[in-house]
T-cell receptor, first 114, second 119 residues
Framework: DAKTTQPNSMESNEEEPVHLPCNHSTISGTDYIHWYRQLPSQGPEYVIHGLTSNVNNRMASLAIAEDRKSSTLILHRATLRDAAVYYCILRDPYSGAGSYQLTFGKGTKLSVIP | GAVVSQHPSWVICKSGTSVKIECRSLDFQATTMFWYRQFPKQSLMLMATSNEGSKATYEQGVEKDKFLINHASLTLSTLTVTSAHPEDSSFYIC???????????????FGPGTRLTVT
C-alpha cells in the first residue's frame, strides 16, 4: 500500500486558515486521497477526498499537486472545534477485497490557539 | 449525514469475562463493517472486516477465536471480546460502508467508539 507522510503536530490561531500537508510520493494512478479527522475520544469522521482535481466542501478544501505526490488539506478558518488528529489516507477502489479498507497512519495533531 | 452508533459507549469488566459491543448503521444499509482498535496515543488499527452473511476477515495477528464478529443483518455487527484480559483494554471503533455509495465514492462512517476497561 502506498504510504503517506504527515507532520506529527501543527498549531494554528483561531479564525486563521490552516494548511495541513501530506506527502504520498508513491501514490498509484488509481489511489484516491482521503482525509479523515478524529476529535478527542471520538471515532473518525470523513472530511474530504479527491483524485486529481482540487475539491471543496463545507468542511474544507483539498489541494492536490499536479504530480499527485502531495496534497494539502485547507481549513479556511480554524475554530476550537477543529482541534483534532487529521489523517491523510490513500485508498485504491480497484484493489479487490481490500478496496474499502482504510489504513490509518499517525496523522497530524492540530492544536487551535484561542 | 449517515449515522453509526455503538453500544455501550464504555464498559468495565472483570478479567476472564466476555463483553459484546454492538455497531449499528442507523439510516443506511451496510454490507461491510470494519472493527478497529486504538490504544492510547496511537492510531487506529484495523482488526477485521465484517461482511453481512459471511465470516469476518481478520487482520494478521488478531485472534479470531478471541474477537468474535457477527454481522447478521445489513444494519448490525457485533464484536465479542471473549475471556477478556487487561491487555484487551482499548478503544474499539466500528465503521460501516454505505451500500448506496458505489465502488468509487462510498465513504466509511465511524461509530463513536467503545471504551473497554478490563480489571
Amino acid at each position: 500500500d502506498a504510504k503517506t507522510t504527515q507532520p506529527n503536530s501543527m498549531e494554528s490561531n483561531e479564525e486563521e486558515p490552516v494548511h495541513l500537508p501530506c506527502n504520498h510520493s508513491t501514490i498509484s494512478g488509481t489511489d484516491y486521497i482521503h482525509w479523515y479527522r478524529q476529535l478527542p475520544s471520538q471515532g473518525p469522521e470523513y472530511v474530504i477526498h479527491g483524485l486529481t482535481s482540487n475539491v471543496n466542501n463545507r468542511m474544507a478544501s483539498l489541494a492536490i499537486a499536479e504530480d499527485r505526490k502531495s496534497s494539502t488539506l485547507i481549513l479556511h478558518r480554524a475554530t476550537l472545534r477543529d482541534a483534532a488528529v487529521y489523517y491523510c489516507i490513500l485508498r485504491d477502489p480497484y484493489s479487490g477485497a481490500g478496496s474499502y479498507q482504510l489504513t490509518f497512519g499517525k496523522g497530524t495533531k492540530l492544536s487551535v490557539i484561542p | 449525514g449517515a449515522v453509526v452508533s455503538q453500544h455501550p459507549s464504555w464498559v468495565i469488566c472483570k478479567s476472564g469475562t466476555s463483553v459484546k459491543i454492538e455497531c449499528r448503521s442507523l439510516d443506511f444499509q451496510a454490507t461491510t463493517m470494519f472493527w478497529y482498535r486504538q490504544f492510547p496515543k496511537q492510531s487506529l488499527m484495523l482488526m477485521a472486516t465484517s461482511n453481512e452473511g459471511s465470516k469476518a476477515t481478520y487482520e494478521q495477528g488478531v485472534e479470531k477465536d478471541k474477537f468474535l464478529i457477527n454481522h447478521a443483518s445489513l444494519t448490525l455487527s457485533t464484536l465479542t471480546v471473549t475471556s477478556a484480559h487487561p491487555e484487551d483494554s482499548s478503544f474499539y471503533i466500528c465503521s460501516a460502508r454505505d451500500m448506496a455509495g458505489g465502488l468509487l465514492f462510498s465513504e466509511q462512517y465511524f461509530g463513536p467508539g467503545t471504551r473497554l476497561t478490563v480489571t
